[in-house]
């Protein structure tokens, strides 16, 4: 069994999704199909015999596109919305050319076809496409319904125009406008959907380009040679040196350095590797240069895994389709029914004209804008609120998966902490302190800076010393000596059992802890560590009290994990995991409830696609903010409850929206069909059905502007 990845454009809503995937099983050979409307990616297995052509050209003859490359599809989308918006603004101002001409009575009629031309099939095109090759694939959407109500509205405008003799006074009326207007309203949805989903597509290219494109190898002579990244094969040898990034996964054959491995597993601080260890592409070289041997290729490097486990996690997590699509193909051809039955009952009393109308009612009054506009508008509503709060809300559809929220997953390193180094205690006395953060000042090193910023009332901006940076150990300068047990032990400088126990104990609760020699003795230590953040442990408290379950999931160690989590009251803890593993925890958690993971690292984009909530923090990676539903511009936790309690209104606001929405077609669509008209002699006309689904929709969009004002 293979597999292809197919970038598709044109999607607009979770149907189009559905319908790629209904067509696509039915070419032979193809035995599964995952699009994913929020990505625009659709992943196919299929035999060896399938048609692949086929079924691109499928895909093609459906309406949609297929784009070569990822930013060839964020180009296509952006086309697209600004499309949208364009059709938008043309129709809404046809619409109310076409309302004064009707109201005032003016005689323009063939200003008012050319105008209503216009409107319903340059704006309405798109639609109209769609429902076409919808009804002939037998997909029954809402575009279906949005082509028959506004087209039989203007044909039977353009009938009334030319044969107005011929039709009964009561019945004389034009439809232009109502037909353009609805047009409008559906546009409006479309352009508000679509805005929202556009942000949501960078992430993969974020990720790749995280990887260098250059590589230096060493050549059989000892020379160094630049070559495409992509290029490199196993076995090969490759340089580098301080500041750059390594460009394979490969074992280290010569020197040493610090390496920034926060891409790969989350450690807040930089690692010092040496001879025999692995690396992996995309972390940074701190201090040092090693020659690697590389012992993969480009394409299974771990950063090509995470980006095949974001897509993996992308196909799996469909947008949950909303109630209106859902109930797309039953209620579109009932209503298309009901206005065939409606005709031929008044056709069987010899009132065709009443019957035709009749019938245009059922079509207008149960098209979908009030459906169409139940989520978006609300969701806009929503959005705009928590754009008040700092959270930006990149993926609307999240916010209904808040409900049942089992587990609240964090990282650990830059999420619940601050992921700023910091000093917590020492026991140097202010003469060697002073001098330590002196020395510390003129370094780039993190830890360094961190004592520097603890001790800066101390430093001497005048001062100046040679010193030497070694590379895993610590710094050597004159007469002193900054870093690791190893570092002190090399220049024979021993610490008694006493004092090396007290270094132990801090260790054991999970500081790093730098030690000192000053003039060829032990002086004290610094103990450092990552800080947690002042909100973190009400907000903790908040999410038991409401019966979700808060996780560490981090990539930092064992002890300094647990610390984190014992100052919170966290019982749930995974620590020293790798992005492989974070995917595979978030999997597991899926299976027994719904998962939101807070986090802000590259190696937490594979997570945070997999989980069914995922918020970043603004100070993250951009591949973490891309990959991410919602992002904390604030970077504070509060933003978390507020989402929650924005999710819980913004449900309940969408969910009284398609009640009323089902409630206003089960009730308007008998009265459009004419059942009052024998014994009340009430009947509608087209123009009422119009105004009718449009006060439908304005009370929906009332209902959802109320959002506005709630607090959160």
Same mark, same amino acid.
């Given at each position: ?41 659709? /992943? ?37 919305? #600004?499309?949208?918006?364009? +059709? ?33 099939? &340059? ?24 082509? %028959? ?88 040898? $490759? ?44 972390? %940074? ?76 009612? $059922? ?7 009030? !459906? ?23 993926? =609307? ?7 049942? !929220? ?44 961190? /004592? ?39 220049? +024979? ?12 104990? #801090? ?10 020699? /000053? ?5 004290? &230590? ?17 999410? +038991?009290?409401?019966?979700?379950? =808060? ?27 790798? =992005? ?9 958690? #899926? ?86 008209? =024998?014994?009340?002699? /009430? ?27 709630? #607090?959160?």
């Amino acid at each position: 069994m293979k597999k292809i990845e197919l970038k598709i454009g044109g999607m607009s809503c979770v149907n189009c999704a559905n319908s790629i995937a209904k067509s696509a099983l039915k070419i032979p050979g193809i035995k599964s199909a995952n699009i994913d409307f929020n990505t625009h990616c659709g /992943i196919f297995e299929y035999e060896k015999d399938a048609d692949i052509q086929a079924l691109k050209d499928k895909i093609i003859k459906l309406g949609f596109s297929i784009a070569k490359s990822q930013n060839e599809l964020e180009i296509a989308q952006q086309k697209e919305l #600004k499309s949208i918006k364009t +059709k938008f603004i043309i129709c809404t101002i046809i619409s109310v050319i076409l309302m004064w001409i009707e109201m005032g009575g003016y005689d323009l009629k063939i200003v008012m076809i050319i105008l209503a031309s216009i409107g319903v099939f &340059y704006c309405g095109f798109g639609f109209y496409s769609h429902a076409i090759k919808s009804l002939k694939e037998r997909n029954y959407d809402m575009n279906v319904l949005i082509f %028959l109500g506004t087209f039989c509205a203007f044909c039977y405008s353009i009938f009334a125009t030319i044969f107005h003799n011929q039709i009964p006074t009561n019945l004389n009326y034009l439809y232009f406008s109502g037909a353009t207007m609805i047009l409008s309203f559906v546009l409006l949805g479309r352009y508000l959907e679509s805005k929202a989903k556009a942000l949501a597509l960078s992430h993969l290219k974020s990720l790749m380009d995280l990887s260098p494109t250059k590589a230096f190898i060493v050549t059989s002579d000892g020379s160094t040679k630049e070559i495409e990244a992509n290029r490199l094969k196993i076995g090969d040898i $490759v340089l580098v040196k301080t500041g750059s990034i390594i460009p394979c996964d490969g074992v280290i054959t010569n020197g040493g350095a610090e390496i920034d491995t926060s891409a790969i597993n989350g450690e807040s601080m930089p690692v010092y590797r040496s001879v025999a260890q692995e690396v992996y592409s995309g972390t %940074l070289v701190c201090n040092g240069h090693i020659l690697i041997k590389v012992s993969k290729n480009p394409d299974s490097t771990l950063l090509s895994q995470i980006s095949k486990l974001i897509q993996t996690a992308a196909s799996k997590k469909l947008a949950i389709s909303k109630l209106a699509d859902k109930a797309a193909n039953i209620f579109v051809p009932s209503v298309v029914g009901v206005a065939v039955v409606t005709l031929l009952a008044w056709m069987s009393v010899n009132m065709p004209f009443q019957g035709i109308l009749s019938a245009i009612c $059922v079509l207008i009054i149960s098209c979908p804008c009030a !459906l169409g506009l139940a989520t978006p508008i609300a969701v806009v509503c929503a959005i705009s609120l928590a754009l008040k709060h700092s959270i930006l809300i990149k993926n =609307p559809s999240a916010l209904e998966q808040f409900s049942n !929220l089992k587990f609240a997953v964090f990282d650990k390193t830059g999420t619940i902490t601050t992921g700023d180094i910091s000093v917590i205690e020492t026991n140097l006395n202010q003469e060697s302190l002073s001098l330590v953060a002196n020395i510390s000042a003129l370094s780039s090193h993190p830890i360094s800076k961190a /004592i520097a910023q603890h001790a800066k009332e101390l430093i001497d901006t005048k001062f100046q010393t040679k010193f030497e940076y070694i590379s895993g150990l610590g710094i050597k300068g004159n007469n002193i000596l900054i870093g690791s047990e190893r570092l002190l032990n090399l220049n +024979k400088i021993f610490i008694d059992e006493s004092k090396k126990a007290v270094i132990e104990q #801090k260790m054991d609760i999970g500081y790093g802890v730098i030690l000192v020699a /000053i003039n060829g003795e032990f002086s004290g &230590y610094i103990a450092i560590s990552d800080t947690i953040k002042p909100e973190a442990k009400e907000i903790i408290k908040s999410l +038991k009290s409401q019966n979700i379950t =808060p996780v560490i999931l981090s990539g930092d160690s064992h002890k300094i994990s647990n610390l984190v989590a014992k100052e919170l009251d966290i019982d749930m803890v995974y620590s020293e995991v790798l =992005p492989q593993q974070k995917y595979e925890i978030i999997e597991n958690l #899926k299976q027994s409830g719904k998962v939101a993971f807070i986090a802000d690292g590259i190696n937490d984009a594979a997570a945070l696609r997999a989980a069914d909530i995922s918020i970043a923090m603004n100070s993250g990676s951009d591949l973490a903010k891309n990959s991410a539903d919602i992002i904390l511009m604030r970077n504070n936790l509060n933003g978390v409850l507020k989402t929650l309690n924005l999710a819980q209104k913004s449900s309940t606001t969408i969910k009284q929206n398609l009640i009323w929405a089902f409630g206003y077609n089960a009730l308007c669509i008998p009265v459009a069909a004419g059942v009052l008209e =024998p014994h009340f002699g /009430i009947h509608l006309t087209p123009m009422w059905a119009a105004f009718a689904m449009s006060l439908s929709s304005i009370s929906v969009v009332l209902n959802s502007l109320r959002l506005k004002l709630s #607090k959160i």
